[in-house]
């Protein structure tokens, strides 16, 4: 299999970095205790997908706010989450590593999320690990976000892969989903979700806690 491998793309919250809680609760003080949705941590976790704006408007409506205000509130919330998660900040297991390894072996390295620049930034250039990846596709790259196949398509185009050799990982369903669409296999981490909730896609090929899982030794 690894010889048929060309690329990795690699969502970035819950997938390099351990850090969906801190999205979750940021989230949920905004919502709730400023913008009064009257939401549940519960239902705060089920719209933690996709773009900013794109929550805003699943949880108020299309129209509620304008542009310019959702920009600012998600600009707000994600100065909030970077405070919170900073002395946190590290790779997920195993990763540093793979990332290592995966270079040695040429594969191409891409970031596919649904974050803003601003916070793929804060990532990249606080765990000084930007050299790795070839190309970055943000939240601003793309017209829709996940469970969308755009971003894991743009990825690939930007690497000059074709999709079918490119490797997705993963920790969401959503973006399994947005995988799939794009015709790419993928790795599903168990950073938010049980091993249940990736039960009903066919792509997926491992299904890891952390990259320190020996099965990832197929891919190259």
């Known amino acids: 299999m690894g010889r048929d491998i060309q690329a990795f793309l690699f969502d970035l919250n819950g997938t390099m970095i351990d850090d969906m809680q801190y999205h979750i609760h940021a989230w949920d003080h905004m919502l709730n205790r400023e913008l009064m949705a009257g939401m549940s941590l519960a239902q ?19 129209d509620h706010f304008s542009q310019h205000e959702m920009d600012r509130l998600s600009l707000e919330k994600e100065k909030r989450y970077q405070t919170a998660f900073f002395p946190e900040l590290k790779l997920i297991n195993g990763l540093s590593v793979f990332l290592d390894q995966s270079q040695r072996h040429h594969k191409a390295m891409a970031i596919g999320s649904a974050a803003i620049p601003f916070n793929i930034d804060f990532v990249l250039d606080n765990l000084h690990i930007r050299q790795y990846f070839q190309a970055i596709v943000s939240a601003d790259d793309v017209t829709v976000s996940k469970p969308d196949p755009e971003t894991y398509l743009k990825a690939a185009q930007l690497l000059g892969r074709e999709p079918a050799r490119c490797i997705v990982f993963e920790d969401a369903p959503k973006g399994v989903e947005s995988a799939l669409r794009a015709g790419m296999s993928c790795v599903a981490l168990t950073t938010m979700h049980d091993r249940e909730d990736f039960a009903a896609y066919p792509n997926i090929l491992h299904i890891i806690a952390d990259y320190t899982d020996p099965a990832l030794q197929t891919l190259f």
């Not at 705060?44 to 299309?62: A, C, D, I, T």
């Open 44 to 62: 705060v976790k089920e719209q933690m997908y996709g773009k900013n704006s794109e929550l805003l408007e699943r949880v108020f409506g299309k």
